[in-house]
């Protein structure tokens, strides 16, 4: 059974720095492509940033110099560290798994953790 769990998401001030964890089971890790979406209210879902299972990042231009995704495969969790929060970054922060197993590529999604940035 394939889990991906998100933790982390908090309410902070504008300026502040949190940590999103997405803590994975039932995936051959080390081979997925990992990646962060958001969602905020009234508005569709981004890519805010990936990174691919030899390490090689992207992030969406709003994020980019303030957010950091960083892998774990020895404890099979995917990390954003995000800093200098802005008001925009307001979201509920989903992380996703991209894996190929004998040729099908197949997406998992966690249930996402809210990130709630106030002026």
């Known amino acids: 059974q394939v889990q991906l769990v998100e933790s982390g998401g908090d309410s902070v001030q504008a300026g502040g720095s949190l940590t999103l964890s997405c803590a994975t089971s039932?995936?051959?890790?080390?081979?997925?492509?990992m990646a962060w979406h958001r969602q905020a209210p009234g508005k569709e879902r981004e890519m805010v940033s990936t990174?691919?299972?030899?390490?090689?990042?992207s992030y969406l231009d709003g994020v980019k110099g303030r957010f950091t995704i960083s892998r774990d495969n020895n404890q099979n969790t995917l990390y954003l560290q995000m800093t200098s929060l802005k008001t925009d970054d307001t979201a509920v922060y989903f992380c996703?798994?991209?894996?190929?197993?004998?040729?099908?590529?197949?997406?998992?999604w966690g249930q996402g953790t809210q990130v709630t940035v106030s002026s």
């Open positions: 996703a798994a991209q894996c190929l197993y004998f040729g099908v590529q197949k997406t998992y």
């Open positions: 039932g995936i051959i890790f080390s081979t997925c492509d």
């Open positions: 990174i691919d299972e030899y390490g090689r990042t």
